[in-house]
Structure formats: C-alpha cells, structure tokens
C-alpha cells in the first residue's frame, strides 16, 4: 500500500456510540493531520500531530479525540456525536515544515 | 472572516477551451500558494503551486499566476478536458505567529468540463 489510506470509507453511527476513524500513511512522512470538510465549508483543520506529538488542536469538541500512536498512524475516536458532526473526515500527511500535504481518500461520516 | 475566497461555486467550459479558476486572498503574510483538486469520494489531490517570489508557474496544460499587489492568483486550464471536471482548492500557506506553518483553504470552486 502507498501514499495516505483511511478506514472506512463510509460510516454510520448513532449519538451514543464509540467508533473509530483510522489513518495509515506510508510515505516516511513525520505529521499527520486531521481535517473536517463539511457542506458549504472551507476544510477545517481539526488536529495536528508532528513526530507523534499533538502540536494543534483548534477548539475541537472533546468528543473527537485523537491519538498517534506513531508517526505512521492516526487515529480518530468518536464518542456521542451530534447529527452536525457528519460530514467527510480527511487524514493528511507531510513532513514538517513542507508547504503541502498529501491526503487520504477521507471517511464520510453520518451522525443519526 | 475567510482569509482564502474562491467567489465562483462553479463553472462550466466547453471541452477544449480555457478554464480559468480564481482565488483571493487577504493576508499578505502567505507566502505560498497551492492548487488541489477533488474528484468525489476521494481526496484532495495536489495539482500546481507557485511562491510568493514569482508570479507564473506552468505544469503541462496547468499555469498558476499570482498578483501579489492585486493579492490574487488563477488557474488556467488549457485545453480542458472532461476528466479535469472536479472540485478546485487554492490554499494559501503561510508561518503563524508562533512560528508554525499553517495551511489555508478556500471553499473551492467546481468545474465541469462539457464535451
């Protein structure tokens, strides 16, 4: 497998579950970013990690939490979404520093 | 308050003919601009930048000019084709105050290409 991959691709989930989003990338690359695309919005960026470690967080809700157990995974864990939580969910990656990034094919999240 | 505006939500060219898509930014901190595209249910793919320090770069049917004065850059598409119908991101990367690079997205603006 090459470049940034997401799973799943699609998700549906009611308000009281837990689930997770997970991210892989296998570029040797060492930050790894979470994005939020909703309708009618610019890409939000949710969280990022550079070498494992959380370097931003942009007032997210604490019901997304993050975790990068290295620099080759990220995860998103998901716990008592609101219906506004669905929307397309992109991982990103690059190494630090670089102007651009590459992106995962992104999970389309549904909230009900 | 957007930082990075794409005004047009779409477009529509006959196949052939030159695309021109448009993008406005307000922080004259960017220093670096970036072109993406977006096919449904898959990623942002990177297409074309350009930096601050020049003001045309070209990539096979794909050339970006930035007006730095005017602080507006463009796309040009020539020819268009019906495979570059997608979603077009600019993004405006520039450093925060602490130091930190941080990328900028516009809402973007989607092409069809008509044959």
């Known amino acids: 497998e090459t470049g940034v991959t997401q799973t799943p691709r699609h998700l549906v989930m009611g308000m009281t579950n837990k689930k997770s989003l997970k991210c892989e990338q296998h570029?040797?690359?060492?930050?790894m970013y979470w994005y939020k695309q909703s309708a009618k919005k610019p890409l939000e960026l949710m969280f990022v990690?550079?070498?494992?470690?959380?370097?931003e967080n942009n007032s997210v809700p604490s019901r997304f939490s993050p975790e990068c157990p290295n620099s080759s995974h990220l995860f998103l864990h998901l716990h008592t979404l609101q219906p506004e939580d669905s929307a397309l969910y992109l991982c990103a990656s690059s190494q630090v520093g670089d102007r651009g990034y590459t992106f995962g094919s992104g999970t389309r999240l549904t909230v009900v | 308050d957007q930082q990075v505006k794409q005004n047009s939500p779409s477009l529509s060219v006959q196949e052939g003919r030159i695309s021109i898509l448009n993008c406005d930014y307000t922080n004259s901190m960017f220093d670096y601009f970036l072109w993406y595209k977006k096919y449904p249910a898959e990623g942002p793919t990177f297409l074309i930048s350009?930096?601050?320090i020049k003001d045309k770069n070209e990539d096979g049917r794909f050339t970006v000019f930035l007006n730095k004065s005017a602080k507006h850059l463009s796309l040009h598409i020539v020819p268009s084709q019906p495979g570059d119908s997608a979603v077009y991101f600019c993004?405006?990367?520039?450093?925060?105050?602490?130091?930190?690079?941080?990328?900028?997205w516009g809402l973007g603006t989607s092409l069809a290409v008509n044959p």
């Open positions: 993004a405006a990367s520039g450093l925060n105050a602490g130091n930190n690079r941080k990328l900028i």
């Open positions: 350009i930096s601050s």
């Open positions: 570029l040797g690359h060492n930050a």
């Open positions: 990690y550079n070498f494992k470690e959380q370097t």
